[in-house]
């Protein structure tokens, strides 16, 4: 590794700086840590939905069943934790490479160089965030206060960055018609 005495002082195996300057953008970085949390908590319920109407089904089917439909609750946690995978891969790995609350509170992931996210990135990123929350909360929840971007500790492992999407791809105006 070498580092990179430019105007970002980041490291990089080639020298080479980050696409995402915070000292040359601060406004890219501008309330990301909070509103990170929002679309966290958005996302939770949209993954939690459809797990508790599963959760439902699989009760009533039970009682349908007399008892053995339960037997399908063995089935209901592993299906969880896969559709919670597939979720942030399929969302990240998407065009706009953020999940819905990412979308609602107006943030992307990208790439340490720019690059949009994908499914395997999406996806490793989920997994990395909850084994790193388990092991370690508080210190996953205090990286992203002392650094310039932003980043949590998944960020750093991973070499993404979340960023304010409006001001990095603003609004086209529309075209006047007078």
Do not use: K
């Not at 009533?60 to 979720?87: E, H, K, R």
């Amino acid at each position: 590794m070498s580092y990179d005495s430019g105007s970002s002082g980041a490291w990089r195996s080639d020298g080479a700086a980050h696409a995402y300057d915070p000292y040359l953008h601060p406004e890219l970085f501008r309330g990301v840590a909070t509103r990170r949390v929002l679309a966290f908590l958005i996302d939770m319920v949209v993954i939690s939905v459809p797990v508790i109407l599963g959760y439902i089904f699989i009760a009533v089917f039970g009682v349908v069943t007399l008892g053995i439909g339960w037997a399908l609750f063995w089935l209901a946690w592993p299906a969880s934790v896969v559709w919670a995978i597939v979720y942030y891969g399929a969302c990240i790995g998407g065009p706009s490479s953020a999940t819905i609350g990412m979308r609602i509170m107006d943030l992307e992931l990208r790439t340490w160089y720019g690059a949009p996210g994908y499914f395997v990135l999406g996806a490793t990123h989920a997994v990395l965030f909850w084994v790193t929350v388990s092991f370690l909360s508080p210190f996953v929840v205090l990286v992203g206060l002392f650094n310039s971007r932003r980043r949590l500790l998944q960020d750093f492992v991973l070499g993404t960055v979340v960023i304010n999407n409006s001001v990095r791809a603003p609004v086209p105006q529309t075209a006047r018609t007078y």
